[in-house]
T-cell receptor, first 117, second 113 residues
């Protein structure tokens, strides 16, 4: 069975601080996908990134960056120069290759990020 | 281009009743998945529908059932509601074989009293 652990339940920072959200996963499969989703108060899950298990290259998208390390089964997410609009619940998730369209996601418990002005 | 739409947005039911939630997938998508998200927790996979059939199912009892219509829209039915069924129910759509990330709706907030 797959498992995703987000040990940080809540994080509170002041605007412009950098913040890292941790994600640790467990799976016996060698081929899998990792995701980050953002959930604002409206409830909709907004896709941020997907990585496959064979691509450990770190990725940067604007103020967002992701660090994938298979050796530690971690897929951490960093927001640089945080803004109030970044306040949301962030979920890390995993799906297995072969699960069509990556539909069957295993989510972590989420991290509530609050960015204060 | 309409995204995933769910109705109703909120619903209050009494224990023991039955409820039906509805989902219209994003235009061009043919696969619908349903997730249950209890307060303060991550979403849990309920089941997935493709070609009007349940294709995958998570660890949910038979009280949870679904249906997919020829226009790809879907319904989630829950019978004999329990207090523990109170949650946000999220619908997600995708295109078979596309492997694009799921598109989620805003969810239906179900409260069982």
């Amino acid at each position: 069975a797959q498992k995703v652990t987000q040990a940080q339940t809540e994080i509170s920072v002041v605007e412009k601080e950098d913040v890292t959200l941790d994600c640790v996963y467990e799976t016996r499969d060698t081929t899998y996908y990792l995701f980050w989703y953002k959930q604002p108060p409206s409830g909709e899950l907004v896709f941020l990134i997907r990585r496959n298990s064979f691509d450990e290259q770190n990725e940067i998208s604007g103020r967002y960056s992701w660090n994938f390390q298979k050796s530690t089964s971690s897929f951490n997410f960093t927001i640089t120069a945080s803004q109030v609009v970044d306040s949301a619940v962030y979920f890390c998730a995993l799906s297995l290759e072969g699960e069509t369209s990556g539909s069957r996601l295993t989510f972590g418990e989420g991290t509530q990020l609050t960015v204060n002005p | 281009d309409a995204g995933v739409t769910q109705s109703p947005t909120h619903l209050i039911k009494t224990r023991g009743q039955q409820v039906t939630l509805r989902c219209s997938p994003k235009s061009g998508h043919d696969t619908v998945s349903w997730y249950q998200q209890a307060l303060g927790q991550g979403p849990q996979f309920i089941f997935q529908y493709y070609e009007e059939e349940e294709r995958q199912r998570g660890n949910f009892p038979d009280r949870f059932s679904g249906h997919q219509f020829p226009n790809y829209s879907s319904e989630l039915n829950v019978n004999a509601l329990l207090l523990g069924d109170s949650a946000l129910y999220l619908c997600a759509s995708s295109l078979e074989g596309d492997k694009s990330p799921l598109h989620f709706g805003n969810g239906t907030r179900l409260t069982v009293t």
